[in-house]
Nanobody, 126 residues
Framework: EVQLVESGGALVQAGGSLRLACVAS????????VGWFRQAPGKGREGVAT???????RYADSVKPRFTISRDNAANTLYLEMNNLKPDDTAMYYC?????????????????????RGQGTQVTVS
């Protein structure tokens, strides 16, 4: 059974930084597309950043250039470095993964196209 476990969420002041991590386990084959999504109260889930197995990344306009996505395949861990946080960044952040290879397209920003999703970690910016 594939499991994704997020960590690193916290309450932070505007202008601060956080680093989210997502540890994966139970894979029989390393996923190609992995990404971060977020959902604020009363809003739909939106894509934040994705990265494929070739290292190609994609960001939502609202987080450029403040956020950086990276993956450590040896540690089965996905990261999201978030700088200069704003109150609008307040949301539950989820990681997601899929073995599907979309190249030459970038990984999708639609969370339903991912096979596995974590339970989320809360980020609150005051």
């Amino acid at each position: 059974e594939v499991q994704l476990v997020e960590s690193g969420g916290a309450l932070v002041q505007a202008g601060g930084s956080l680093r989210l991590a997502c540890v994966a386990s139970g894979y029989s084959e390393r996923p190609n597309c992995v990404g971060w999504f977020r959902q604020a109260p009363g809003k739909g889930r939106e894509g934040v950043a994705t990265i494929d197995s070739d290292g190609n990344n994609r960001y939502a306009d609202s987080v450029k250039p403040r956020f950086t996505i990276s993956r450590d395949n040896a540690a089965n861990t996905l990261y999201l470095e978030m700088n200069n946080l704003k109150p609008d960044d307040t949301a539950m952040y989820y990681c997601a993964a899929t073995p599907i290879y979309y190249s030459p397209d970038l990984c999708p920003f639609t969370s339903s196209r991912y096979d596995w999703r974590g339970q989320g970690t809360q980020v609150t910016v005051s």
